[in-house]
T-cell receptor
Framework: EAGVTQSPTHLIKTRGQQATLRCSPI?????VYWYQQALGLGLQFLLW???????NRGNFPPRFSGRQFPNYSSELNVNALELEDSALYLC??????????????FGPGTRLTVL | GQQLNQSPQSMFIQEGEDVSMNCTSS?????WLWYKQDPGEGPVLLIA?????ELTSNGRLTAQFGITRKDSFLNISASIPSDVGIYFC????????????FGSGTRLLVRP
């Protein structure tokens, strides 16, 4: 069974540009979560999508947005990039909430560098 | 907001030694997860705990969900060089957000 996949692996942008990151969840998983991990730091929760809707977001500005498609894949968009947005962006997926098996499984991440 | 304190921050041990790390929360959690992350990669799930008092093993790894629901520990027995990495605890609170709160990580280095 394929795990969570993310693309691209690396992304280099300049300040003010927009970045789009993509995530495909494990087959059968309906929830997708996005996390930011700055270098040497822990994971900070960004967004949670389930069944195509945004269910919760972390303490990040509106520049960070996303969506979930009918096939449960997801996009994370970061507008007006700032230098401090440079980080590893991790996507995780889980099965349907409430079944007791909603453990989150992570993808390999997208390394975003803002110059 | 909910906070997790993970300790120790780092450990440098001799191959073959046992390792113990723990996390404590300022509030009650209903799920505890332990992940390992290698440099530049995503965290890999090691052990998931869903019930207070639960003790679960995965090979040389053992983790427990504290009775108070505010803490968890991870033990690694007979460490080997490939155990090197950063170990994160993560918990999910009793609210409906389903987001995970992560500890700051324990960096483990193993001396052959």
């Amino acid at each position: 069974e394929a795990g969570v996949t993310q693309s691209p692996t690396h992304l280099i942008k300049t300040r003010g540009q927009q970045a789009t990151l993509r995530c495909s969840p494990i087959s059968g998983h309906t929830s997708v979560y996005w996390y930011q991990q700055a270098l040497g730091l822990g994971l900070q929760f960004l967004l949670w999508y389930d069944e195509g809707e945004e269910r919760n977001r972390g303490n990040f500005p509106p520049r960070f947005s996303g969506r979930q498609f009918p096939n449960y894949s997801s996009e994370l968009n970061v507008n007006a990039l700032e230098l401090e947005d440079s980080a590893l962006y991790l996507c995780a997926s889980s099965s349907r909430i409430g079944l007791g098996t909603d453990t989150q499984y992570f993808g390999p991440g997208t390394r975003l560098t803002v110059l | 907001g909910q906070q997790l304190n993970q300790s120790p921050q780092s450990m440098f041990i001799q191959e073959g030694e046992d390792v113990s790390m723990n996390c404590t929360s300022s509030s009650i959690f209903n799920t505890w997860l332990w992940y390992k992350q290698d440099p530049g990669e995503g965290p890999v799930l090691l052990i998931a705990l869903y019930k207070a008092g639960e003790l679960t093993s995965n090979g040389r790894l053992t983790a427990q969900f504290g009775i108070t629901r505010k803490d968890s520990f991870l033990n690694i027995s007979a460490s080997i060089p490939s155990d090197v990495g950063i170990y994160f605890c993560a918990g999910r609170g009793m609210d409906s957000s389903y987001k995970l709160i992560f500890g700051s990580g324990t960096r483990l280095l193993v001396r052959p």
